[in-house]
């Protein structure tokens, strides 16, 4: 009787394993929707290698690899910010003749002279000395790297933050107009409190992000409490963009092991919480992806989550009420004063695996922007043993999405934070980073697979840039961007925004809106070229809150 009781447990353990491996391995080597795209709409990526392996410290240290894309010498081409593990120096990498080279010690970046993990990074103008700057944040709080003519110098922040909480996600922006770069900063519960990776109804265990106001010196002075965003949860991500379109900075904030939230800038330095299709609802939306990916003007959002990897039953923690949670991946479709539906099923993404950081971006210049999304997770043993290649997910124009990484040649099976997306070869095609934690980055150009047309606007870094939506028109159609930080996952995109213009071959004008209300307008300009509206705007206009119209089309690739 107890020998028959033993095998038919054996059989169960047997089946049971059988079933969680072989949902691993098809999440793991399959597509979940049966969707076509014609070959040429697919861009082909060539492999380059990146000196750089990131080094985590999984005792001591969150499990984040920062990231960044920086123009330091204005010529309309990043470099690539690296952020070190645990004692592990920070780096900076610039493509020349076809490779990935350090740069570190000529442009004096900083060495560490502590044990600190860098855990996100930013790029912005803070001093609007015309060249952009770098801000990072560690355990121990902010630093910015100041940039003069491509060599940077480093202050320490005052970071105001309560013993909790570990400053993680960085996002800046001008929130009362003033013309200085403030900051809403995400921060995670530190290392050590860590309790568990599944509570989600425990609502004080947690850390406390903070809205941090310029005092007009680039010191910082914490108006969390004022503002109306004292709240406790784990948030790793956020951004200050304008959600309604009335140029304030409002604020998306992704919380993991809990909801979106979606906050209004009411003009006063306060927000209101405004209800969005997740609110009061539990997911695990890590990473934040920005864009206009309907091109109706309006900013859309979509939100990384557990997916299809995990079983439900685990990951759902200490939820009591399981139809409040969900799984899948999430795209909030902006219907207009701060109303979102998602469309995520709609769209053919809702179903995909476990994920991290996302960035929208037009790959193919077809002028629809795509999706990329980081995928594995260091701390799930699963992903030791079926790792995930990551997903480019091309959007086709009913606005559904199709897998193109394999046909692509741009997959990462190894353990991703985030994509970040920038045409390094200044060959008009967006290039893709995978920024990977513990391993080494990948980096792969964009060798395209169509003759689609292109233009790239660029802008300066500061208070008043910072923000800008972007309009292209076109004959018979608007294409619309932002100028944006905190896209990704604990990263920050290019500032040169990129549109994919298909075969259209005349540009009737672009538009760019500053959050102060001034527009200028770039009449007819060129294809196939950076509208260099920085360098413009220094020769050519004085400070003037008047609207501009500029003549940009000489400035060519």
Known sequence: MFKKIALSLLAIIVIALIFIFGKFWLDATTDKYDVEIAEDQIPLFESVAINFTH????????????????????????????????????????????????????????????????????????????????????????????????????????????????????????????????????????????????????????????????????????????????????????????????????????????????????????????????????????????????????????????????????????????????????????????????????????????????????????GLQDLMVAENYIDFPMSKIFKLDGRLLIQKEDHTFAPGIKKGGATNPTYAITPLVSDFNKDGHLDLIWVNINDQAKAFINKGNNKNNYVQVHLADTGKEIGAKITVYLKDRKLTDWLVTGEGLVSDQTALVHFGLKNDTQIEKITIEYIDGTIDTVNNPAINTVVNVALQKVQDIEDTDSNTDLDLNENTL
């Not at 803070?126 to 060249?131: A, E, K, L």
């Not at 709080?141 to 202050?155: A, H, P």
């Not at 109306?228 to 092991?257: K, R």
């Not at 890590?286 to 900013?299: E, H, K, P, W």
């Open 55 to 366: 080094k985590h410290n999984s005792e001591k240290s969150l499990p984040l690899a920062s990231s960044a894309l920086i123009d330091i010498d204005n010529d309309n081409v990043d470099e690539l910010f690296f952020g070190g593990g645990m004692s592990q120096d920070d780096a900076l990498f610039a493509y020349r003749d076809g490779q990935f080279v350090e740069i570190s010690a000529t442009v004096n970046l900083p060495k560490k002279i502590d044990s600190t993990t860098t855990l996100a990074a930013v790029s912005a103008d803070f001093d609007n000395n015309g060249f952009t700057d770098l801000m990072i944040s560690r355990e121990n709080g902010l630093v910015i790297f100041y940039n003069t003519n491509g060599k940077f110098t480093e202050t320490v922040i005052d970071t105001p933050v309560n013993e909790k909480s570990t400053p993680v996600g960085i996002t800046v922006g001008d929130i009362n107009k003033d013309g200085l770069l403030d900051i809403f900063l995400s921060t995670y519960l530190r290392k050590e409190l860590m309790e568990g990776q599944t509570i989600f109804e425990d609502y004080t265990y947690g850390s406390t992000s903070e809205l941090l106001l310029n005092n007009g010196d680039n010191t910082f002075k914490s108006i969390t409490k004022e503002a109306g965003l004292d709240y406790i949860h784990n948030t790793f991500q956020g951004s200050l963009i304008d959600i309604d379109n009335d140029s304030w900075l409002d604020i998306i904030a992704v919380h993991d092991t809990g909801e979106v939230r979606t906050y209004k800038n009411n003009g006063d330095l306060t927000y209101t919480m405004v209800d969005n299709p997740i609110t009061n609802r539990f997911a695990y939306p890590m990473g934040l992806a920005i864009g206009d990916y309907n091109n109706d003007g309006l900013v859309d959002f979509m939100f990384s989550n557990t997916g299809s990897t995990a079983p439900v039953f685990i990951v759902k923690g200490d939820i009591k009420d399981a139809s409040l949670f969900t799984e899948k991946w999430i795209l909030f479709e902006n219907q207009g004063d701060f109303k979102f539906k998602d469309v995520a099923q709609e769209a053919l993404i809702a179903d995909y695996e476990f994920s991290w950081g996302a960035a929208f971006a037009d790959m193919n210049n077809d």
